[in-house]
């Protein structure tokens, strides 16, 4: 009776699980429906910076070169025309280099005939004093600029350039407690430039271990993600790239599983599509797909217009951002000048810094905005004189020939835009007691 039953109960199971099999094979697979992957998730133990809220960042250059630096590109991006001489430069401010352990002479000289020297961003101890600076004045951090037309593989000494620059960067950094991140600049690129940037940007990945918590515990993290900032889209200034191609970028790089959280540098007039950017919603399109937006703000207004140029832009943005699911970053930057740049002595202090009041009011006007963070442009940009790190006071630059060197303003300390940068970093902590007034330095 038993083995009649043990039997049965064999059969059965056989006739059930056929059953199943062909109940199984019978459920149609849609070809049209896309294959869920999880998000990526990341481990942030040890991370120090997990959100851009509440961060004050600075762009950082860092393409400065010197000669006998060792990174064989002579003076570059001080240079004009291959000369770097009295009536040759590209920098209208000129940094105080007092502090730097590695200088190079220049053939300047000062007034009283002593030669002038410029730093290297290529030396190590350069970067880690730059970095010293923003945690002793209280800024958080950089994002460090990667000009892709410079870091192509037709161009190995570019690239051999920002590679030593972003790892004197990473390194000072994890030292000192500051925010970091890597931005890349579309300036000057093709369609094939912009495809490019993923490939390097997965080389930066795995040759710097940018996602390791232990290697780098400082690099920036937003929405739960690693942070990459890809700058230049929409303009209408005839770029040989669309905004298409930054699209497509966009996608590989979040990939199926969001891999990435991605700021846009977009322009200023961004959401009404007009003046400085493209007529086409395509960018509109885009902006939904990342994470951040930070508008390209200078040489937009100055200390006067400010207030009829901004107004209503500021909160118009970010109440379109709120409803479309967008982080905003506005951008504040101390003043502009390329007189030298551009070799047209119209353009000397064209948006002049008016002791910190025209920064300040930036920084008031993104607060009563409701912005959670800002971007400061830039640290370290002294060929348009947007430079907030030490520079040298308007009675102190070198002789430049027929042209001239810009500067601090004689009656601000060289370091005053770093206190005052620091200032804002500290309003937006929701430290002190700040207002629309320039707070004043003890």
């Not at 109940?23 to 070809?31: G, M």
């Not at 190079?104 to 730059?130: I, K, M, N, W």
């Not at 390194?171 to 000057?188: H, W």
């Not at 963070?373 to 027929?402: Q, W």
């Amino acid at each position: 009776m038993k083995s009649i039953l043990s039997n049965s109960i064999f059969f059965l199971g056989l006739f059930v699980s056929a059953c199943l099999d062909n109940e199984a094979a019978s459920v149609p697979i849609d070809p049209d429906k896309p294959v869920e992957i999880p998000e990526k998730v990341y481990d942030e133990t040890g991370l120090l910076y997990t959100s851009l809220d509440q961060l004050v960042m600075a762009g950082y250059q860092g393409w400065f070169a010197a000669e006998g630096d060792g990174s064989d590109r002579g003076w570059y991006h001080y240079q004009r025309a291959g000369k770097f001489e009295p009536g040759f430069s590209t920098i209208d401010f000129w940094p105080e280099v007092d502090e730097y352990p590695q200088t190079y002479e220049t053939v300047f000289r000062h007034q009283d005939g002593s030669p002038a020297y410029l730093y290297s961003p290529y030396d190590e101890a350069s970067v880690d004093l730059h970095f010293k600076w923003m945690r002793d004045y209280g800024i958080d951090g950089v994002h460090m600029q990667r000009f892709v037309v410079e870091i192509k593989e037709g161009n190995p000494k570019g690239k051999r350039h920002f590679n030593k620059v972003l790892s004197n960067a990473l390194k000072a950094a994890k030292k000192y407690g500051r925010a970091i991140s890597v931005m890349y600049d579309l300036s000057g690129c093709t369609a094939e430039d912009v495809a490019y940037l993923k490939q390097d940007w997965d080389e930066l990945k795995t040759m710097f271990k940018l996602f390791d918590n232990d290697e780098n515990p400082t690099y920036v993290r937003h929405n739960g993600k690693p942070l990459l900032t890809i700058w230049g889209v929409g303009f209408n200034d005839n770029r040989n790239y669309s905004t298409e191609d930054v699209d497509r970028l966009v996608g590989q790089l979040k990939g199926p599983d969001n891999q990435v959280a991605i700021m846009l540098g977009v322009p200023y007039y961004w959401r009404t599509l007009n003046r400085d950017t493209e007529p086409s919603s395509a960018l509109h399109t885009l902006i939904r797909k990342v994470d951040v937006i930070m508008p390209w703000a200078v040489g937009r207004y100055n200390n006067e217009s400010y207030a009829t140029t901004s107004g209503g832009v500021l909160s118009a943005d970010i109440q379109w951002c709120k409803t479309n699911e967008v982080d905003y970053i506005p951008l504040a930057f101390p003043g502009f000048t390329w007189g030298n740049l551009r070799t047209d002595p119209d353009l000397y202090d064209q948006i002049p810094r008016e002791e910190g009041a025209f920064l300040w009011k930036q920084v008031a006007g993104a607060k009563s905005a409701g912005a959670k963070s800002l971007y400061v442009a830039m640290f370290d940009e002294v060929d348009e004189g947007t430079a907030i790190f030490k520079c040298l006071r308007k009675s102190e630059v070198p002789l430049n020939g027929s042209g001239k060197f810009m500067g601090i303003e004689d009656s601000l300390d060289s370091d005053y835009y770093l206190w005052l940068t620091g200032q804002a970093t500290r309003w937006f902590h929701g430290e002190g007691n700040f207002s629309v007034q320039k707070p004043v330095r003890q």
